[in-house]
């Protein structure tokens, strides 16, 4: 234990960033998370429990870059209208409320492991709360599966949540290790909770859609709009557009150009006027020209205009070719707005390939071994250099307050080791806590499950990590890989437990709130009803099958 007064400002500055980051919005004090993280950190240097030297040097670079770079390739995804596919996929062919939810747990937890988790509960919840309105459906069983599986799905890869980029990078597992080790759990995790979910709303979603009471709203296809991936604050949620699930379908082949095509269109129908117009008068004009060729005996063309200008012959067949010209011109200008309109419309359509391109080209050279955080630093100046135009627009959409929130709790954690209140806790509980054994397994995995519902679980893996790890090591190598595993696989299923156990969740609540055009609250209680039993269910049958 460090000095007694080192070890008191040290639990105070510690205190005031648990309670912050927690209860965002606490009465006495509502700065909200990044803020709170910020304070904590500041009051550890002020207190003299580090050196500014040391809190600098608590910052971990390679966490930020790498979340940096899965933002901005997320935000460059969503401008691909790769979200809008998912939603698609979700509804169609639907075959009623159990293959819904069951679509809902499947691509839920496949989009928060390569997307991360908040992302696809961002972007997903309006998709699903309007499908299950147009089902006639209630919105419960699938917003709880849509939160619940996405944080069981982004158990299995660094890359799906920010406890996950932790342990990734201080643990070196690479990406390949990291997802072989945790699939199998998280395959069987996200069955067992589809089929906890139907056994506890069978008799619900089992009523047949009735064709006169259901809403005819269609499902929401523009915008998937901006977000931000802030555990902080809810203010990334926006809210999607209510449009015809027809009008998705022509959109994402026209989106671009349908304005300026509308445009020209309105365009072309007023010049046509104005050219026949034109064409009568010329009418007239010709026939006169004809009585004075007739009489002039010249064929072919007239001597003169009415205006005295000999310049401009206009031919005897004209009679007809003053209408007939201006359909050609108005034929030859609609032609040329839609080819314009199909050159943009296939520019885009090479735009998304490549973006879609260099996407699976990151996720293989994770999969290869390459350094993570480079790795998606790459593919998102990639992305900003494709785009060809000022990316200023697409960065702002990274939540460079989730990155500040980092910083400060990097900080604050390493002030509150330096008190050595943790070494300690773990040092009692360690000899009990060992992964050789079955019960070390189990009271391991309760630790982990407690202290991710009261300190959070990227805390918690910072807190317990490297303790963690150095316990195993003594054990064997593939002990230590194996309890950074559980470490993921505890902590991120963990989050399901509460409504307050994850961002994931409180984002999924928050969006169906805010929803108009059908809000629903989804409270604290009926969450925990499910969360409780499928959170201790799903954890204790995943940890077997984690492979170290």
Not at 109 to 117: D, G, K
Not at 205 to 230: C, G, Q, V, W, Y
Not at 425 to 437: G, K, Q, S, V
Request: charged share 15%.
């Amino acid at each position: 234990m460090a000095p007694t007064v080192k070890v008191v400002l040290g639990s105070i500055a510690f205190a005031i960033f648990w309670v912050l980051a927690v209860f965002p919005a606490v009465p006495f004090l509502p700065v909200g998370r990044t803020a709170g993280s910020l304070l904590g950190a500041m009051l550890m240097v002020i207190f003299h429990v580090i050196s500014p030297d040391q809190a600098y040097a608590a910052i971990d670079l390679p966490i930020l870059g790498l979340l940096f770079g899965t933002m901005v390739v997320s935000v460059y995804l969503e401008r691909a209208d790769m979200f809008k596919y998912l939603g698609m996929v979700l509804s169609w062919r639907s075959r009623g409320g159990k293959d819904l939810l069951c679509r809902i747990c499947l691509i839920s937890a496949i989009s928060s492991a390569l997307f991360t988790n908040d992302t696809s509960c961002v972007v997903l919840t309006e998709f699903v709360l309007k499908i299950a309105r147009q089902n006639n459906l209630p919105p419960q069983p699938f917003l709880l599966a849509l939160a619940s599986s996405a944080n069981i799905g982004s158990s299995a890869t660094p890359i799906g949540n920010p406890q996950n980029l932790v342990i990734a990078v201080q643990s070196k597992i690479a990406f390949g290790e990291f997802l072989v080790g945790i699939l199998p759990a998280m395959l069987i995790g996200v069955v067992v909770n589809a089929v906890l979910l139907l056994c506890l709303f069978w008799r619900v979603l089992s009523i047949e859609k009735d064709e006169e009471a259901a809403p005819n709203d269609a499902i929401a296809e523009d915008n998937a709009t901006s977000h931000r991936f802030s555990p902080a604050t809810m203010s990334h949620v926006n809210s999607m557009n209510s449009q015809e699930w027809g009008a998705m379908v022509s959109s994402l082949s026209a989106n671009v150009n349908s304005g300026h095509v509308e445009t020209l269109r309105s365009r072309v129908n007023q010049g046509e006027s104005d050219l026949w117009r034109a064409s009568n008068s010329g009418v007239e004009s010709q026939r006169s020209s004809n009585v004075s060729k007739d009489e002039t005996g010249g064929a072919g063309f007239s001597p003169t205009r009415e205006d005295g200008d000999s310049s401009r012959r206009i031919p005897n067949s004209g009679l007809s070719s003053g209408p007939t010209n201006g359909h050609r011109d108005v034929a030859s200008f609609q032609s040329a707005s839609e080819k314009e309109g199909a050159i943009e419309r296939w520019k885009q359509l090479l735009w998304k390939t490549c973006v879609y391109l260099i996407t699976i080209g990151m996720l293989i050279s994770l999969l290869m071994g390459l350094n993570m955080s480079w790795t998606a630093i790459t593919a998102a100046l990639a992305l900003v250099v494709l785009d060809f135009k000022d990316a200023q627009p697409c960065l702002e959409k990274v939540s460079y307050s989730l990155l500040i929130f980092f910083c400060g709790m990097f900080i604050t954690i390493d002030g509150f080791n330096k008190t050595g209140i943790p070494k300690t806790l773990w040092d009692a509980m360690e000899p009990y806590a060992r992964i050789d054994h079955a019960g070390g397994i189990a009271l391991l995995a309760l630790v982990i499950l407690v202290l991710s519902n009261v300190a959070s679980n990227v805390p918690t893996v910072l807190l317990l990590g490297a303790r963690v790890a150095a316990s195993a090591a003594a054990i064997s190598a593939s002990d230590e890989k194996k309890a950074w595993l559980i470490l993921a696989w505890v902590s991120t299923v963990a989050g399901n437990l509460s409504l307050l156990g994850s961002a994931a969740n409180l984002i999924v609540c928050e969006q169906a709130r805010r929803a108009q055009f059908s809000s629903y609250t989804l409270s604290f209680w009926s969450h925990l009803k499910f969360g409780l039993p499928s959170t201790l269910i799903v954890i204790a049958i995943g940890l077997p099958l984690i492979r170290g």
